[in-house]
């Protein structure tokens, strides 16, 4: 296989949510020694484009955003260690630590978020679901944050959300920090 | 008089395939459902069986029981319910998305949806039934957490339902573990109004 043809059908695996066949591709362009910064650059940069494309178009719809984020997850498990293998540092767009409030068990939405984001090419740590406040804060400056995501479907549990925008507002007044949240009427 | 508390557990969950796309996210019917989505619902769909394990209990009490909320006014009676599909479901959710497989995991959890909506349908059937059989009028059905009525209020339906025999809780912040799991009551009216329900509903 030409690396022009890999790059064209892992694209297209992507696109498509194939997830066996983009992890096949993927093993074969690290077998091919190819240079796997450009297969990121030229396969999944354009093939998340599209994926979110065909969404504004109303062809897709969740299910098949998250079938080619899994794709993407997939390959990048292949590709990672080999990246990190060639110490070339994979470029990243942001860091986000992301959790579901304490009390709020739900975690599926959150998940999906997060697996987005990595799809994106953001860093994501995963905090889990009924993580406490304080010690979320506390990772999310460890980590050295850009973005914080709170997730929580209950009246009971938003309250938390609120918090946490306070105790930040309180400790970043000038720090320019973003807040992303998702408000459930 | 709070009446005795019975458990209904011999449910039978039928699908309804267009509200499980619109769980999953498709906004508006897309003509088609392409692969591999539309193998993967096929292939969680089968996997039910084993994991559906559904239940609920109810009782059904005075007004004088109640907690004089304003949503129980003018009741002659009040049936208070809580119904679920077990923990097994979830269970398989989170080793799904464990194993990056997320989509299986969302299609899951719709139909994990679906199916406590529907234990909780007939449930509210059944005990609409047993209003008409006292000669009281049936309201519709409504949950805390919707409308007036306070997520909070789930305290009360707990207080008087021994849900943890149908193996469900209440947490502090007013959720139901199993996370599939329903709550609701329906008023028993002396007289039709306009808020209790035609006949067969
Ligand atoms: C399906 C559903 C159910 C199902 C399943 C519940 C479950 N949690 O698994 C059933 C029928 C069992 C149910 C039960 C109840 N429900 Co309900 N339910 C819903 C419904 C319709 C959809 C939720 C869902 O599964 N969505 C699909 C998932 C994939 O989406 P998601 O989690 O929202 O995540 C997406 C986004 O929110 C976003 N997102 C999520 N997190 C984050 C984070 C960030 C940073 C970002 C950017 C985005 C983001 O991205 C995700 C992908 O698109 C919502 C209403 C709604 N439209 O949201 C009500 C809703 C959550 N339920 C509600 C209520 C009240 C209840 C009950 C308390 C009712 C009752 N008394 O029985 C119970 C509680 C159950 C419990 N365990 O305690 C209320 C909660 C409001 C409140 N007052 O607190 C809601 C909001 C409905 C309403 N009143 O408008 N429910």
């Keep these: 296989m030409s690396t022009q043809e890999i790059l064209a059908r892992m ?23 190819l240079d796997l910064n450009e297969v990121i650059d030229k396969v999944y940069v354009p093939g998340i484009q599209k994926v979110g494309d065909l969404w504004e178009k109303g062809e ?8 080619s984020a899994e794709c993407v997850k997939g390959t990048m498990s292949v590709l990672q260690p080999e990246i990190e293998k060639s110490l070339i540092s994979a470029k990243s767009k942001g860091k986000a630590v992301i959790r579901t409030v304490k009390g709020d068990i739900h975690d599926i939405g959150k998940n999906l978020v997060a697996s987005m984001l990595a799809a994106n090419g953001f860093q994501v740590v995963d905090l889990g679901a009924d993580v406490k406040l304080e010690e979320f804060i506390e990772i999310a400056e460890a ?37 992303w949240w998702e408000v459930h009427r | 008089m709070s009446g005795p508390v019975k458990k209904i557990e ?14 999953i996210g498709y906004k508006k019917r897309p003509k088609e459902i392409k692969e591999p989505i539309k193998s993967l619902i ?39 319910c809580v119904c679920t599909i077990g923990p097994e479901l979830e269970q398989e959710i989170k ?15 719709a139909l994990g949806s679906e199916a406590a909506e529907e234990v909780a349908i007939q449930s509210d059937r059944i005990l609409a039934e047993k209003a008409r ?69």
């Design chain 1, 11 to 33: 694209e297209k695996a992507m696109v498509e949510g194939n997830k066996e066949e983009a992890e096949a591709l993927a093993k074969e362009a690290t077998k091919q020694r």
């Design chain 1, 60 to 67: 897709y719809f969740l299910p098949e955003l998250i079938t």
């Design chain 1, 143 to 179: 980590e050295n944050t850009d973005f914080i995501c709170l997730s929580a479907l209950l009246t009971t549990t938003k309250l938390a959300q609120k918090k946490v925008i306070e105790i930040l507002r309180k400790k970043t007044s000038e720090a320019g920090v973003k807040f």
């Design chain 2, 10 to 23: 011999n449910f039978k969950v039928e699908f309804d395939e267009k509200r499980i796309l619109t769980l």
């Design chain 2, 42 to 80: 096929a292939e969680e769909k089968k996997k039910l069986d084993n994991l559906l394990h559904p239940a609920s209990i109810y009782t059904i009490i005075d007004y004088a029981v109640t907690n004089k909320h304003p949503i129980f006014k003018d009741a002659e009676k009040v049936a208070i």
């Design chain 2, 95 to 109: 080793k799904l998305m464990e194993k990056n497989e997320m989509t299986r995991a969302l299609i899951l959890d």
């Design chain 2, 133 to 201: 059989k006292m000669n009281l009028w049936p309201s519709k059905r409504f949950s805390p957490g919707y409308g007036k009525w306070d997520i909070r209020e789930q305290r009360f339906i707990f207080r008087l339902l021994p849900a943890a025999d149908i193996g469900v809780r209440l947490t502090e912040s007013c959720m139901m573990v199993p996370r599939k799991s329903v709550s609701f009551r329906i008023n028993f009216y002396k007289e039709q109004r306009l808020s209790t329900r035609k006949k067969g509903t």
